[in-house]
């Protein structure tokens, strides 16, 4: 069936661009290119255009990122686009696509504090950055 074969290699292509073709299990891709996001800790947050009203969101969606057998998180970026693979939470397991474009990159505290809905939540620090911390703290004492 010529339609199949088309949707086939479609697919492939996409799975090669984002060079996640030989990742484990391959997901249903899902187009969330209309999407605002931005990612946090261990999920991304997408939300409609409109929903983003004097700095706080209406509606959102979250799914938890996967992660590889070595922890790191299924993110693949290239200069347009950028393709995560998030659970639901529902059973639903996609490829995301979404628009660099539209990425929030430095949301403020109180945005992802309503997203996490905990008011007193606090970015995860990396090990560098703790160590980089750490090292400034020693410097005043």
Not at 40 to 67: M, P, Q, R
Request: glycine residues 4%; proline residues 3%; contains cysteine.
């Amino acid at each position: 069936m010529e339609i199949l074969d088309i949707h086939s290699s479609t697919e492939r292509s996409i799975y090669e661009y984002f060079g996640c073709l030989e990742e484990q299990g391959v997901l249903p891709i899902s187009d969330d290119r209309e999407y605002q996001w931005t990612l946090s800790d261990d999920s991304v947050f997408f939300w409609e255009a409109d929903a983003l009203k004097d700095g706080k969101l209406e509606t959102w969606y979250d799914s938890y990122i996967l992660t590889r057998s070595n922890g790191s998180q299924r993110v693949y970026r290239r200069e347009d686009c950028t393709a995560i693979a998030n659970d639901t939470q529902t059973g639903y397991t996609p490829l995301s696509i979404f628009s660099n474009s539209k990425e929030l990159k430095n949301p403020s505290l109180d945005l992802m504090r309503d997203l996490h809905g905990d008011d007193e939540w606090e970015p995860k620090l990396n090990n560098q950055h703790k160590v980089r911390q750490s090292a400034i703290a020693q410097f005043l004492k």
